[in-house]
């Protein structure tokens, strides 16, 4: 990434005083699970649901016609005041009893459904739940728990209704109190019932989950597909079905939107995991866990990984996913929690319940400013690809990797410093395999960089300004979801 940020002095005082995270609890190493049986299903008609259109500006109960259909909103309207938590310029709020009903059915049934929810303003927490009718709304059965929302920022709440034919959903406030809820973004999967295949998707386009929800955000940042709202939703809007040919990266507002609509035009589908959101595997109830998906994307993340999320993504490895990390240099701590990316990568690696340094490489403590044209050479899947020819990488304040083949044998570089050997030391772009899964690493963020952010963070088109950075990310991610 390149400096524009209020980073500390990269002296070497300084960088002595870093040090690595460590975890000092061990935890025994669970059985390896079964591929997860997760439905990965096509979003239901006219969803998700953001709410920005039409509208309704009392409490009173009526009816009011929104992107999915015609909804009756009780005790509730549709804000678009500074209050109102929303990711675009509008979303519902409900008070008191209030509910948010579908007039409509979804002939094709529901599967995961999730949905944005927040205190409204300065109101204090309330309770909400979901319901579902499986006949035309004569009758309703509650889903899951109910949820409390205590945040003034969304967060998102994950359903597994799995509903085969036509089904109608509800969200009803339950606390009956005079603080408000906003909701937003309810997403909806068609539900085809039988027995699902086994993960990672097989055949077609292959879904990419971009991580939101650790820090990719903070400081001047944008390492995510699209942002609305200082939010990365799971689904990036304009809706990724508008994606033709010649859709500039601009569609998108995140910093890395130009890999995404990439991957979109070649026939594949992306999602964020939003802020809040959980990392999980193998767990049917979360319709974001990372069993639906092919391949596993964070970009330079700033918040460290839990034990359970560290065992999730390791099995996700292990069992056939693909991860690809991006780190930055040493002391990129965007939001001064203790951590940066390159402790948080290590930390996964060596301390976790699965194995210690599973992918025979460990990311070093510096900070590398350099245009290398010292690329591996021969018919490499990654470097010389479906997408074409890898001939350099730039970094703007990256950090190398040292690799260990004793380790993990497969590892091996892709690009080295320029006056490296192509060994063992120095690599900027490496790979390996764990397991059934693949793992790809570049060690600095800028080459993703696209040039488009959030509005104030200044982000610079290290994607554009090189012919080999799309070329590199490219190849990589569909070497990771097992297509080259």
């Known amino acids: 990434m390149r400096l524009t940020f209020s980073a500390r002095p990269l002296v070497a005082t300084l960088l002595g005083a870093v040090l690595f995270a460590s975890c000092s609890r061990s935890e025994p190493t669970p059985a390896t699970p ?108 509650r889903v899951g728990s109910a949820v409390t929302t205590n945040s003034s920022a969304l967060s998102t709440a994950s359903f597994a209704v799995n509903l085969a034919g036509s089904v109608r959903l509800q969200v009803r406030k339950t606390d009956g109190g005079s603080n408000r809820i906003n909701f937003d973004n309810i997403t909806v999967e068609s539900y085809g019932g039988g027995t699902p295949p086994p993960p990672p998707p097989t055949g077609g386009g292959k879904k990419f989950l971009f991580d939101g929800s650790h820090g990719e955000l903070a400081g001047n940042a944008d390492w995510v597909l699209d942002v609305n709202s200082g939010v990365a939703s799971r689904y990036p809007t304009p809706a990724q079905s508008g994606i033709t040919s010649s859709t500039p990266e601009t569609f998108w507002t995140g910093a890395v939107s130009a890999w995404g609509v990439a991957l979109v035009k070649l026939g594949h589908t992306v999602e964020q995991l939003p802020s809040g959101a959980a990392i999980s595997y193998g767990n049917a109830a979360n319709p974001q866990d990372l069993a639906n998906y092919s391949v596993f994307v964070v970009d330079e993340p700033n918040t460290i990984f839990t034990s359970a ?59 590398i400013v350099e245009n290398s044209s010292n690329v591996r050479p021969g018919p490499n899947p990654i470097t010389n690809g479906s997408q074409g020819a890898v001939s350099q990488l730039a970094f703007y304040n990256g950090a190398t990797m040292t690799l260990s083949p004793a380790a993990n044998g497969t590892v091996q570089g892709l690009v080295w410093r320029r006056t490296a050997s192509q060994g063992n030391s120095l690599a900027m772009a490496a790979s390996s395999t764990f397991g059934n899964g693949r793992v790809v690493i570049i060690g600095d963020s800028s080459p993703a960089d696209d040039g488009t952010g959030s509005p104030g963070n200044t982000v610079y088109d290290g994607w554009g300004e090189n012919v080999s950075h799309p070329r590199l990310h490219l190849n990589a991610s569909l070497w990771l979801a097992k297509l080259q």
């Open 34 to 141: 079964k591929a997860a049986a997760v439905t990965q299903n096509v979003s239901a008609p006219g969803f998700p649901e953001g709410f920005a259109t039409g509208t309704k500006t009392s409490y009173a109960t009526g009816s009011v016609t929104l992107g999915s259909g015609s909804w009756t909103l009780n005790e509730a309207l549709i804000g678009n005041t500074t209050a109102d938590a929303k990711t675009g310029a509008q979303s519902a709020r409900v008070r008191y009893d209030g509910s948010l009903s579908m007039n409509f059915s979804l002939t094709a049934g529901a599967g995961a459904v999730t949905v944005a929810h927040a205190r409204y303003g300065s109101d204090g927490s309330g309770t909400w739940e979901l319901w579902a009718s499986a006949n035309d709304g004569a009758s309703y059965a």
């Open 309 to 367: 999320e560290k065992t999730a993504i390791l099995r996700f490895v292990q069992n056939g996913g693909g991860l690809f990390m991006i780190t930055d240099h040493i002391v990129s701590d965007r939001n001064n929690d203790g951590f940066d990316s390159p402790e948080i990568w290590n930390d996964l690696m060596a301390n976790n319940s699965v194995q210690t340094n599973p992918f025979g490489f460990a990311i070093n403590s510096d900070n």
